[in-house]
């Protein structure tokens, strides 16, 4: 039997979503998207790329990068706080990290994929890629389990209002027209759903009535009265003291990051 097995990527996925709070769970076809897959050059590829015209969508086989561990149980982002089988799960905590994500595939160009909205981060390896057959990869009637009542669950209203106060519509507005940042969408669209501590949607308190989320390379301060979110600010979620250091230039949205601190270096009192 074999003990381990080498894999060698075929290219790389190039898009805007640095970080895996930009990657939205199960990406809705309707969005907008400008993901590329660049295959890796002198290899051939271009001929394995021949006959994807008229081929709508593709599967992608790729690797969770960014992943040193393996969990037997883990806390899906989706429904309620209770642990599930990995294997029944999606989570990229496997014994190995492998995942598999089909796409919209909007043209070729060369060594180059078009592709549709995905749920990969920028930089992420790719495996293998084959063609998406509706006859046989469509099982719609087919059951599965407690992610059916979690889904039948999301497509009621979300049972809480969120909304933006003064002072965070002031940073939300700032990283938008000066940075072209804004996560503020996806930032409701999660605590509209539920705003409670939670491990995997990076919920926590922060203080006797306060809560934070991580969004990314950033943070929102919020507090929750009955059925009503208030985002009270947004901050940074590296400190000056690490944005700083010489070797972490890469470190997402670093310079907005260290404008922000400027211009408010207290900007939260928390």
């Known amino acids: 039997m074999l003990t381990s097995l080498t894999l060698q990527p075929i290219g790389y996925l190039r898009t805007q979503q640095e970080v895996k709070f930009k990657a939205g769970h199960q990406p809705a076809s309707a969005e907008e998207a400008s993901n590329e897959l660049e295959l890796l050059p002198g290899c051939g590829y271009e001929q394995a790329l021949q006959d994807l015209a008229g081929v709508e969508r593709i599967w992608l086989l790729w690797w969770f990068h960014r992943n040193s561990a393996w969990r037997p149980l883990v806390l899906p982002p989706r429904g309620p706080a209770q642990r599930r089988g990995v294997f029944a799960t999606r989570s990229p905590h496997r014994p190995n990290p492998l995942g598999l994500s089909s796409t919209a595939l909007l043209g070729v160009q060369g060594r180059r994929l078009l ?17 998406y057959v509706p006859v046989y990869d469509a099982f719609p009637s087919a059951r599965a389990g407690w992610i059916d009542e979690t889904e039948a669950a999301y497509r009621n209203p979300p049972p809480f209002t969120v909304q933006l106060m003064p002072t965070a519509e002031v940073h939300a507005t700032w990283l938008r027209e000066i940075w072209g940042i804004d996560f503020t969408a996806r930032l409701s669209e999660l605590l509209a759903r539920d705003p409670a501590p939670h491990r ?4 926590r308190r922060r203080g006797p009535d306060h809560f934070e989320i991580s969004c990314g390379a950033w943070r929102a301060l919020f507090i929750v009265a009955d059925t009503h979110v208030s985002v009270l600010a947004l901050e940074p979620a590296y400190p000056m003291k690490f944005l700083s250091r010489p070797g972490y230039e890469d470190v997402p949205d670093r310079d907005a990051q260290l404008a922000f601190l400027a211009r408010w270096p207290t900007a939260t009192g928390l």
């Open 115 to 131: 592709l549709g909205p995905c749920d990969l981060i920028d930089g992420t390896p790719v495996f293998d890629l084959k063609p």
């Open 200 to 203: 995997t949607r990076r919920i």
